[in-house]
C-alpha cells in the first residue's frame, strides 16, 4: 500500500505475504526456461525484482528502504532533484519482513502542478498539495445504520460485511460509535455509543462477521426515530 504521513513522508509498503510462503514471488504463470546446447531444458528460478522510479512534486531528499537496506540501491537524479530511483536486482533470499520503501521530500507541503504533453500535443496537469488537518477536531459520533432485510441476502449482505470490516477499522481514536441493524424490527449493538478501542472494536467485528439478511422486512423509520430522539453530545457531533 502507498500512504502519505502528517510530515509528507511517501511510504509504500510491500507485506511479506505477498511474496508466497517461501518469502519471494511465486509467479501465476510457468517458470520462463533455457536450454541448452543440446537442447535439454532447465527452469529459471523465481525471484523478485524491483525497479522503481519517482517524479515528485517536490524535490527528493532521500530514498531509504530499512527493511531491506542490503537488497537495494537508490539514487536521486543529480540534474532534476524531483525524480529519484530505487532498484532490487534479482534475488531468491526470502524476504521474512514487510518491504518498506520511504521517500522523504524537502517540501512536501508546496502546491505544484506537473504537466506533461503526449503526441497529439494534448496536456494533462496534475495538481499536487497537502492539506493540513492538525487542527480539525478528531471527536466525533459515528452511528452505523444497517439494512439486514431479506431483500440483502447474496452478494449484497456480504459486500455490507467487507464495508463495514473496512468502515470499523477507518475510525480513529477520540470517536464514539455504534451499529443499528434494522429490518422488520431493529437492534443495537450497544445501549448507548461507546469509545473507539480494541474492546468496542472486537465486539463490533464479532457482530458483523456474523451478520445476515434475517430481519424480514424494510422499516427504516423507527431506527431513525430511535437515534435522533436521543440528544447527540456537543462534545461528539454526529
Do not use: W
Amino acid at each position: 500500500g502507498v500512504h502519505i504521513t502528517d510530515c509528507g513522508l511517501l511510504q509504500i509498503m510491500l507485506p511479506q505475504q505477498s511474496f508466497g510462503p517461501d518469502g519471494i514471488t511465486t509467479p501465476t504463470f510457468p517458470k520462463p526456461s533455457t536450454a541448452d546446447a543440446s537442447g535439454n531444458e532447465s527452469q529459471v528460478p523465481a525471484g523478485l525484482t524491483m525497479d522503481v522510479s519517482f517524479h515528485m512534486s517536490s524535490p527528493i531528499s532521500q530514498i531509504i528502504c530499512e527493511s531491506h537496506p542490503d537488497s537495494v540501491s537508490s539514487e536521486i537524479v543529480s540534474g532534476d532533484p524531483r525524480r529519484g530511483f530505487l532498484r532490487m536486482p534479482t534475488t531468491s533470499k526470502p524476504l521474512i519482513v514487510d518491504l518498506e520503501i520511504l521517500v522523504q521530500l524537502e517540501n512536501a507541503s508546496k502546491l505544484s502542478a506537473i504537466v506533461q504533453k503526449n503526441e497529439k500535443g494534448e496536456r494533462c496537469a496534475m495538481v499536487s498539495f497537502f492539506p493540513r488537518l492538525m487542527d480539525v477536531d478528531a471527536q466525533g459520533e459515528v452511528i452505523f445504520l444497517v439494512d439486514r432485510s431479506g431483500s440483502m441476502q447474496g452478494s449484497k449482505m456480504k459486500r455490507t460485511i467487507d464495508t463495514m470490516q473496512i468502515f470499523l477499522r477507518s475510525l480513529s481514536p477520540g470517536v464514539r460509535f455504534n451499529i443499528v441493524s434494522f429490518g422488520s424490527t431493529f437492534s443495537t449493538l450497544f445501549p448507548e455509543s461507546k469509545d473507539y478501542d480494541e474492546q468496542t472494536l472486537a465486539a463490533a467485528t464479532k457482530l458483523v462477521s456474523t451478520m445476515s439478511a434475517n430481519m424480514g422486512g424494510t422499516e427504516i423509520l423507527a431506527p431513525l426515530r430511535s437515534i435522533f430522539k436521543k440528544a447527540a453530545d456537543p462534545k461528539y457531533p454526529r
